[in-house]
């Protein structure tokens, strides 16, 4: 039953399609990240871990001056 409304809708054309652009989608993503540098993992990797980043000094920077002023958020 399910082959006949496959062959009268014409479904299995989107099935090929959707299978294929699968296939596209998932080589470029493996092959962007097979090809980038080591350095550039070895970076992302200890991201969490620094303790000097911009955006952290800012986030603390706000929180001691809503402290002081008594302003919570």
């Given at each position: ?28 993503i493996a092959i ?29 920077s706000l929180a ?10």
């Amino acid at each position: 039953m399910l082959q006949q409304v496959t062959a009268a809708t014409g479904a299995s054309h989107w099935a090929i399609a959707s299978l294929l652009f699968f296939i596209v989608v998932f080589a470029g993503i493996a092959i962007r990240v097979l090809r980038a540098p080591k350095s550039h993992y070895d970076h992302l990797a200890h991201l969490p871990l620094e303790e000097d980043t911009p955006a952290k000094n800012a986030a603390n920077s706000l929180a001691s001056t809503a402290h002081v002023s008594g302003r919570e958020s």
